[in-house]
């Protein structure tokens, strides 16, 4: 298991993206993408993707982007209530991400901290 830090920011009300790097999505991929124990946005079957604004008493709603051909997630309208632990698994690599997010504002601007834990898991 490795992991790296990654520093992101972006003004308050602009957007941040997660970036699994996945090196391809292939047909019968499932990606699913979680805040904490809510799953948040799904990409099934290689470019169909979903995403669950409901979950969370509507938190992200209307701010949620997911790519379905690469699986990045983005957050738009960045609020300093998201942040916490955002993680990406993939069913056919069984890949797993953690993104750990926190958020402050400083002089106007919410600084996101991602710390970014990648892991593999053998099949079973």
Not at 41 to 56: C, F, G, I, T
């Amino acid at each position: 298991m490795s992991g790296e830090t990654k520093l992101v920011s972006a003004k308050e009300g602009g957007s941040v993206t997660l970036y699994p790097q996945l090196t391809e999505i292939k047909k019968d991929d499932v990606i699913d993408w979680r805040f904490g124990d809510n799953l948040i946005a799904r990409v099934r079957n290689n470019n169909n993707p979903s995403v669950y604004e409901d979950e969370l008493d509507g938190k992200f709603r209307g701010r949620l982007q997911l790519n379905g051909q690469t699986g990045d997630l983005t957050i738009t309208k960045i609020k300093t209530t998201d942040a916490g632990v955002y993680e990406v698994s993939n069913s056919i690599n069984t890949i797993r991400k953690t993104f750990s997010v926190s958020a402050g504002i400083v002089v106007g601007v919410v600084v996101l901290v991602a710390a970014v834990v990648v892991g593999v898991a053998g099949a079973v």
